[in-house]
């Protein structure tokens, strides 16, 4: 009696310690500040935690705008600092990331390290993660739906996703516990979740249907809402593979620039400018 209680408290205890938190975030759309609070107020926040024992992922849709301007307001620099500042450990393409220009992307890839994703071309399929001896495993996944400009794209766009993951999954080392980071539709997510029943957590953006977590046979899927308001603490249990979250609503006194006051100031005074030599010379 006394050995099986001792194994009930033990048990009861490394559970407790091989636990890990996620700080999820997805489809932000530029949105890192609203009446005081948002994403940016995780660059704060997670100063104050155990980043060792986090890990900080986002599910894409960064970015926003479909038509850019030339320069009015555009908000990229500022987005990119957000995310340097936030040191993500993972983060996947949302088709939203590609409605600038091929090149942007291709120099977007090349310049923020926290990208992975096994269906898109020159990022890495997954990464794994030691948190107290638990591997973790985190496989990212871009939808093919609503991409634009297939002619500019053409043989630079994301793959089939179940393909993709399949050979990933083929190939992947021995882990724990394996982390879906998905831009995908719910209907695929939960394709995915029914036809590879290794995955025990799928993460996922694009549809703005949440927060809403599914337990499917015997794992998981999260889907997160959109804007400042979508970020999330997940408790992840791998032994007894339980999940759980919260909603985070952080304060934040991020400043997110845009240049659109700046160029429409630098407009009127080359119009003004212009008016002037037109009416006297
Ligand atoms: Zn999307």
Not at 168 to 188: M, R
Not at 254 to 272: F, K, M
Request: charged content about 25%.
């Amino acid at each position: 009696m006394r050995c099986f209680f001792l194994f009930f408290i033990l048990t009861i205890f490394f559970s407790q310690c091989l636990s890990f938190q996620i700080v999820f975030t997805s489809d932000l759309h530029e949105t890192l500040n609203v009446d005081g609070f948002g994403p940016a107020g995780l660059i704060e926040w997670l100063s104050g935690i155990d980043r060792d024992k986090t890990l900080v992922l986002d599910g894409g849709d960064l970015f926003d705008s479909k038509i850019q301007l030339p320069f009015v307001g555009d908000r990229r620099s500022s987005v990119l600092e957000y995310v340097k500042k936030v040191g993500y450990d993972a983060m996947v393409l949302g088709n939203h990331e590609y409605y600038f220009s091929h090149k942007w992307l291709q120099e977007y890839k090349k310049i923020n390290k926290s990208l992975i994703g096994a269906n898109v071309q020159d990022l890495e399929p997954f990464r794994i993660f030691d948190i107290d001896g638990v591997k973790i495993a985190v496989i990212g996944l871009t939808t093919i739906q609503h991409l634009a400009n297939r002619v500019e794209y053409h043989n630079d766009l994301p793959k089939d996703p179940f393909e993709s993951l399949r050979k990933v999954l083929e190939t992947l080392p021995k882990v724990d516990y394996i982390i879906c980071l998905n831009h995908l539709q719910h209907e695929s997510d939960i394709k995915i979740l029914e036809s590879f029943p290794k995955i025990d957590l799928i993460l996922s953006g694009h549809d703005h249907r949440g927060p809403e977590l599914k337990k499917i046979q015997n794992s998981y899927l999260f889907e997160a809402a959109s804007h400042a308001e979508s970020i999330y603490l997940i408790d992840v249990d791998p032994i007894k593979k339980n999940v759980t979250y919260e909603k985070l609503k952080l304060p934040t006194n991020y400043i997110l620039r845009d240049n659109t006051v700046g160029t429409l100031l630098l407009a009127g005074v080359l119009i003004g400018i212009f008016s002037i030599l037109w009416v006297f010379f």
